[in-house]
């Protein structure tokens, strides 16, 4: 279940404030049921993340937000697939399977990024694009999920 769908409660700088904007999108594979970014103070998720967009039935959605420039942001990206059946016309959960991506990166001064976690029947993955030039940032990189970063949608 997706409790977190539309309870945002990532502090965006105000506008007036140094910022650079982060635009994230539902995947369109049509394999997920439900997504979450959460933002975490560090790549181990020790502290409470803060949600930044949730999306539910790969519908199309996206949401930008701005974040803070010069200041390491790290991102899980979480996706839960849930298959089912119905038993006496009534819906029931037959199983869930859970993909998450811990990313981390330094956003750049006015620069816009553009996030998306994608799904395959083997895998996922998160793409980020600075929208300047096209490219991953220089400081991306892709972390290994560990700690409670492994918790699936909560």
Do not use: W
């Not at 997706?2 to 945002?8: E, H, I, K, Q, R």
């Not at 982060?22 to 369109?28: G, T």
């Not at 869930?96 to 395959?120: D, K, W």
């Not at 998160?126 to 949608?153: K, Y």
């Amino acid at each position: 279940m997706l409790s977190g769908c539309g309870n945002y409660n990532y502090k965006q700088p105000s506008v007036t404030e140094p910022n650079a904007m982060l635009s994230i999108a539902s995947d369109q594979s049509g394999l997920m049921s439900a997504q979450m970014f959460s933002s975490f103070d560090d790549a181990e998720c020790t502290a409470p993340g803060y949600v930044m967009a949730a999306f539910n039935f790969s519908k199309e959605n996206s949401r930008t937000l701005l974040v803070q420039p010069g200041k390491p942001l790290h991102v899980l990206a979480t996706f839960q697939r849930t298959s089912g059946a119905r038993v006496a016309g009534e819906l029931i959960e037959v199983g869930s399977r859970y993909c998450n991506n811990l990313i981390a990166f330094t956003p750049e001064l006015g620069h816009v990024y553009s996030l998306r976690q994608t799904a395959s029947e083997s895998k996922c993955q998160v793409e980020l694009v600075d929208l300047r030039s096209g490219l991953p940032p220089t400081t991306f990189e892709a972390l290994e999920v560990r700690g409670n970063c492994t918790r699936g949608i909560y």
